[in-house]
């Protein structure tokens, strides 16, 4: 029996130190893939002066930033194409901004100093906000838009392949996201709008919905979208604003600090004067006494 059980504890041990070496291996496989990533976006960043002009497209500013090309044709996608493409819209943003921060994944410039990053949208890494959405909005827009003839649908498509591959130019030359997290982006993107489509095509079957749940999916995205901000703007990252949060902080607290000084002088103020009352008093008693 004590045999049995030796056998079985160094079966243990010998079992862990397998998971633990397979562990190791792994790390150091992912982490010699990550220095390769980083040499390519660093690469890239020293050549970021043969292409000046996507400098002025790459900023963390949103009105300043390619990325505004997502969101103009995402207005303009749901006021073509109404309800079908607002509800797969609104999904897939709902869906990459709530993954984004569940997954966490740290950016290039978060992981090595030497990286130089222009311009971020999302608050992690995968997926990216702006690139998942630039597969569904581009993607819906080049696949279902209808047009009066064929050279305008070609049109069509050649300019949404042109600003899909503008915002993925500026995302990799901006050094935004490793390249695995831009892959994964695009992936996570054509996946939610396929099963957008073929959600809209099963479970609604065309459909018009009552206004009432149109009402609470516009509700939920819009207060997505404002915790999203919220989150933002306490870790220092928000893309609208951008008021630091030691400033917003300092000029809180100037604030609290400027009504405490007041109500301690309104303070000091009505003890002088109710020490001056009660003065005046004993000395109107006093001569009256007299």
């Not at 569940?102 to 890494?125: E, F, K, M, N, T």
């Not at 838009?145 to 591959?165: F, I, N, Q």
């Not at 870790?235 to 301690?264: C, S, T, Y």
């Amino acid at each position: 029996a004590s045999d049995d059980g030796g056998r079985r504890r160094r079966d243990e041990r010998d079992s862990r130190g397998l998971l633990t070496r397979a562990s190791d291996a792994i790390d150091a496989a992912w982490n010699s893939y990550l220095d390769n990533e980083l040499d390519v976006l660093l690469w890239v960043q020293g050549k970021r002066h043969l292409l000046p002009f996507l400098a002025r497209l790459t900023s963390t500013h949103p009105l300043h930033d390619a990325s505004l090309l997502v969101w103009a044709a995402a207005a303009a996608a749901m006021v073509l194409h109404g309800y079908a493409c607002a509800f797969t819209i609104a999904g897939n943003f709902i869906a990459s901004m709530v993954l984004n921060l569940i997954v966490g994944a740290r950016c290039p410039a978060d992981v090595d100093g030497r990286v130089v990053q222009l311009g971020r949208v999302s608050a992690w890494g995968a997926p990216a906000v702006e690139v998942a959405m630039a597969c569904v909005v581009f993607g819906w827009l080049g696949a279902g838009l209808e047009t009066d003839t064929d050279k305008a649908r070609l049109w069509t498509v050649v300019g949404c392949v042109v600003a899909w591959l503008l915002v993925m130019m500026t995302r990799l030359y901006g050094a935004a996201y490793f390249l695995w997290q831009l892959a994964l982006s695009v992936a996570f993107g054509f996946g939610g709008l396929a099963f957008g489509k073929h959600a809209q095509a099963t479970w609604f079957g065309g459909r018009r919905l009552p206004m009432g749940i149109k009402l609470a999916c516009a509700f939920v995205v819009f207060a997505t979208l404002l915790a999203h901000l919220a989150y933002r703007a306490e870790h220092n990252g928000a893309p609208i604003g951008r008021i630091p949060k030691q400033e917003f902080l300092r000029v809180l607290g100037g604030i609290l600090d400027g009504q405490d000084d007041e109500a301690g002088v309104e303070g000091d103020d009505a003890a002088a004067f109710g020490a001056g009352g009660a003065y005046g008093a004993g000395g109107v008693g006093g001569a009256a006494a007299g």
